[in-house]
């Protein structure tokens, strides 16, 4: 593949990744203003489509949908590669915060040139949300899905479970009211490369994994490390918000339990708070959040010298979003085959109409942590939110300015104020 004729695409993921704030949400909106808006990669309907998909997968849906569209773009490749610069600049900054969390404070990194980046966030989120709300204004159906799944993602926005199941859920609605015609379907062979790698991984890591613990092998530590974060990539619905309290458990909580103490003296263990830290940094940067695994996986080997920290480092990255690929890489050409179906096809507009649902959800959502109109010293910040949401919403609506020109006026924004 002659990759000169993709490095405009590759600059724009690479810009992308380095002023992507908000989360999986919020990275979702700036993909539609630069991938959609700006350079036509995908039509929205191709990106709702691509988020619907990946949120019935296990792993880091924003990583898993930049890596689609590398792959409409280039295929294997060009979806590799993207992968790469989607995922470096955020490993590699919280790489260095391992090393560096003595010297860095997280509240005042948190609260200083950040303190705007959640409500710009928000705006992008809206911006998406209205854009991808004009696909389906004219359908009932569709805006009833909208509605149902809006308020059940609101209440149980913290469960893992429920964007899949309401995903699901608009899907079976739509393919009992929608009417359309059988479309004829040409039968394609499964490559089953990538699905076979992903479970032959799985399986010879929790068996190393294990012989290491019980065999007290030297390099017993970064097996389980690896081994723990593939496990996590593998099974995680939900996104950070969910990697997190897991990994809190498996690296503070279970370490200091008399059981394992007892049993298993050399555990991978983290101290509470710099697991903390690490939590609140990953926020303030730019980036996929399931970063935090390269935080922790350097962490978690830090006691061994500072070669090993960074040898965990890369096998957190690398163990975290390996399976996201590999997953997405292998169920997607299924999923092209499959929505040739007619009951798979009927069920589209409920998939699509419960994803906008979802970002409705998360917009409201996302608002409750900011501060609005505040009656103290705070006032000037709270009408600035206001402000940033709005400012942002019209920005993207009417004008072509770059996302990373957004970004980088609002973390200016936070400089001044």
């Known amino acids: 593949m002659n990759f000169l004729r993709h490095i405009p695409f590759l600059k724009a993921v690479f810009l992308y990744s380095i002023t992507a704030f908000g989360g999986a949400q919020g990275h979702f909106a700036i993909m539609m203003k630069t991938f959609v808006g700006k350079r036509k990669d995908v039509t929205e309907q191709e990106l709702l489509e691509y988020n619907a998909f990946c949120q019935l997968l296990p792993g880091a849906s924003s990583t898993q949908i930049i890596t689609l569209i590398g792959y409409k773009r280039g295929r294997l490749p060009l979806a590799i590669a993207t992968l790469l610069l989607w995922i470096l600049p955020a490993s590699a900054i919280m790489s260095f915060f391992s090393f560096a969390i ?105 068996i190393f994994s294990e012989l290491s613990r019980k065999n007290e092998w030297t390099e017993r530590k970064a097996l389980n490390l690896f081994e723990n974060t593939y496990r996590f990539g593998s099974l995680v619905f939900g996104g950070g918000d969910v990697l997190m309290p897991m990994m809190y458990e498996q690296y ?67 163990g975290i979003f390996l399976p996201s690929a590999l997953l997405v890489l292998f169920f997607f050409p299924v999923w092209n085959n499959l929505k040739k179906y007619a009951g798979i ?30 009656h103290n010293e705070e006032t000037a910040i709270s009408f600035l939110n206001v402000g940033v949401i709005a400012g942002t919403f019209i920005i993207l609506t009417f004008t072509k300015l770059p996302a990373p020109v957004i970004t980088l006026l609002c973390l200016l924004l936070g400089w001044i104020f």
Not at 365 to 370: E, G, P, Q, R
């Open 102 to 206: 003595g010297y860095f404070e997280e509240t005042r990194i948190k609260n200083d040139f950040f303190k705007f980046i959640q409500p710009m966030a928000v705006g992008f989120l809206a911006f998406a949300t209205f854009r991808a709300y004009t696909l389906l204004a004219n359908n009932k159906v569709a805006r009833f899905i909208m509605v149902l799944t809006m308020i059940t993602t609101y209440y149980l926005f913290k469960t893992p479970w429920v964007f899949p199941g309401v995903i699901l859920l608009g899907g079976i609605i739509t393919n009992f009211t929608e009417k359309a015609k059988k479309i004829p379907v040409e039968p394609r062979p499964i490559k089953w490369g990538n699905i076979v790698i992903f479970f032959l991984i799985f399986i010879i890591a929790g």
């Open 252 to 318: 503070v909580i279970r370490p200091s339990t008399e059981r394992v103490q007892e049993k298993n003296q050399n555990v991978l263990k983290i101290p509470k708070s710099e697991f903390l830290t690490g939590a609140g940094l990953v926020r303030a940067i730019p980036g996929p959040t399931f970063s935090f695994a390269a935080f922790v996986g350097g962490e978690a080997l830090k006691p061994d010298g500072r070669g090993m920290q960074l040898l965990g480092c890369i096998i957190g990255a690398f």
């Open 345 to 374: 096809y009927r069920s589209l507009k409920g998939i699509n109409a419960a994803v906008v649902g979802i970002m409705a959800a998360s917009t409201v959502y996302l608002m409750k942590d900011i501060s609005f109109f505040e």
